[in-house]
């Protein structure tokens, strides 16, 4: 067995004791590399020659930590730290906290109940090629207290055997990653400070069984009372996340939390088997809810080629998911499956105002009605176009004002039917879209109902719902005037389609229905949907 070594000692000095710095010694010149080694290492040396390292982080008592210093751990070694800093590189000669040498990722560990790595009131420090494991804590806490912070990096850095075990409420948010059985906390809800954490990247990175994956969050107001009245919001946003090229799965609850952003980006990551936690009682009866990858409170912010698979939370695992006074955010390109459901927006206050679903293709999540939002509070000016729904349950099109609801197709799976509102006030523009297997809603009733011609019928495959050259759908829909370029698949857009799909069409034979088939199916569908109506409203 690897014996662990204690980091803690040389960060909390380096980081809380600033004014004593009874640890490291800082200075203006750019910064040492220091090695350590838990295997060949000898605290006797000065830790600066990669062929004389120190054995545990101990041995560096007296170290120069500036801009630019490096703290770089043997690969293959096991290293236990609980650690704080605040301190700060520079944007040319960041902070380093690293690996080197061959073998697996050094492996930062702790059995407390803390974090690994605790970034207070700092900027410019990168961490990377790392393994960080806390059985009983939490990951790395970004925080600010006295100053914004700027450019912190967390890069190829593997997250393991965090908390990953069943609970019976929402996780506590307010008091770092290791409260929240998470691999990144950034600041918390509500936060202690109104200073943000802006231009945070974080890329290529794995979390796999831990309770929470990335959880953003920026400051409310200056009461930092996450639940006030709409007058008492003042939000302090994170501006520049990035998150891209990560990967959760297998977790207790959620990947990513977009929490008071504005302008971040969660893209080309893939969430699978995340939200494993039913969050149901006993009696069954929901006791908390959770999602893979959803918006709090944020502004102008995107979630893009992104797959989200496997959620098992009744109360909510959905792929989208705009929650509470977020505004001009948008989901596209998002590959949804065997889900709980689809989609349930949770406006609240005075409702969403210009959130955007676009490009979505949503397969087999039918475990739940799907809801474009709860509530009469309601999504404003709401853009819902170009998705392809199969075999959801079912989709509820409620609570929209000024919305447009367009091009898009919707397969129902057996016995599920769509529900919506008929209130000709609020200007919503529902049409040119296509059902099938379930009659076209009122409010939508001059729409297409018919096969929509895919080009297979294997429902693991997405590449099955391009559409046939032959299909009805090609060339059948609005052309929309936005930014995209691409459809669902890559394709560049060269067809105003029906659907995710914008191509010409693949060559496969279309196995439409007649007019007579259509016709019968029809009428079954609508008998189907009217029984479905009376028993709800007579339950």
């Known amino acids: 067995m690897k014996k662990l070594f204690k980091v803690s000692s040389i960060f909390v000095a380096a980081a809380i004791l600033l004014t004593s710095l009874s640890f490291f ?3 203006s010149e750019t910064g040492i590399t220091y090695y350590v080694d838990s295997v060949n290492g000898n605290d006797a040396n000065e830790g600066t020659d990669i062929n004389n390292p120190v054995k545990t982080v101990n041995g560096l008592v007296g170290a120069i930590f500036a801009h630019g210093t ?76 006295n100053q914004t912070s700027e450019g912190i990096v967390i890069d190829n850095v593997y997250f393991t055997d965090m908390q990953n075990y069943k609970v019976h409420s929402r996780d506590d948010f307010s008091n770092g990653a290791a409260s929240a059985r998470a691999a990144v906390m950034v600041k918390g809800l509500p ?31 200056d009461a930092q009372a996450p639940w006030c009245e709409e007058d008492e919001i003042d939000p302090i946003y994170n501006e520049g996340l990035l998150i891209k090229n990560c990967y959760f799965h297998e977790m207790d609850a959620e990947a990513v939390v977009v929490g008071i952003c504005k302008g971040a980006l969660v893209t080309h990551c ?9 969050g149901v009682d006993e009696n069954g009866e929901i006791e908390y809810f959770t999602a893979a990858m959803w918006f709090w409170g944020s502004e102008s912010s995107t979630i893009q080629y992104c797959e989200i698979a496997g959620q098992k939370n009744v109360g909510d695992g959905m792929a989208v998911d705009f929650d509470s006074h977020t505004n001009n955010c948008t989901y596209q390109y998002i590959y949804s499956h065997d889900n709980i459901r689809f989609m349930c ?8 105002n210009g959130n955007t679903v676009r490009y979505c293709l949503s397969v087999n999540d039918n475990k739940g009605r799907s809801t474009t939002a709860v509530g009469a509070q309601g999504e404003h000016n709401f853009s819902f176009y170009n998705n392809t729904i199969i075999n959801c349950g079912e989709f509820q099109i409620k609570n929209l004002y000024n919305a447009y609801f367009v091009n898009n197709i919707i397969v129902p799976a057996d016995g599920a039917t769509i529900a919506y509102d008929i209130d000709p006030s609020r200007n919503n523009i529902i049409k040119n879209n296509c059902y099938y297997k379930v009659a076209n809603p009122l409010v939508d009733i001059l729409s297409k109902n018919t096969v929509p011609g895919f080009a297979g019928e294997d429902y693991s495959d997405y590449m099955s719902f391009v559409l046939s050259e032959d299909s009805p759908l090609i060339g ?49 569908d609508f008998f189907e949907t009217l029984k479905h109506e009376i028993i709800v409203i007579f339950d």
């Open 25 to 27: 010694s800082f200075a």
């Open 70 to 145: 490096k703290i770089l751990f043997k690969n293959g070694g096991e290293y236990e730290c609980a650690a704080t800093l605040s301190c700060s590189g520079t944007k040319e000669n960041p902070v380093v906290i690293s690996s080197y040498g061959e073998g697996e990722k050094a492996i930062l560990k702790t059995n407390e109940r803390a974090e690994i790595l605790r970034l207070l009131d700092c900027s410019y420090i990168t961490v990377s090629n790392l393994h960080l494991v806390a059985p009983n804590g939490g990951g790395i806490w970004i925080d600010t207290y």
């Open 191 to 221: 936060a202690k400070s109104r200073y943000a954490v802006n231009d945070l990247t974080i890329t290529n990175c794995e979390v796999y069984n831990c309770g929470n994956g990335f959880l953003i969050w920026g400051s409310w107001n």
């Open 270 to 278: 893939r969430a699978i088997n995340c939200c494993q936690g039913e």
């Open 345 to 352: 927006n949770c406006p609240n206050y005075s409702g969403h």
């Open 476 to 524: 059948a829909g609005i052309e929309i005037d936005d930014d995209c370029l691409t459809d669902f698949f890559g394709n560049k857009i060269t067809s105003n389609n029906i659907g995710c799909y914008a191509g010409n069409g693949v060559d496969v034979e279309y196995n439409g229905e007649n007019i007579l088939q259509r016709i019968v199916r029809m009428i079954l």
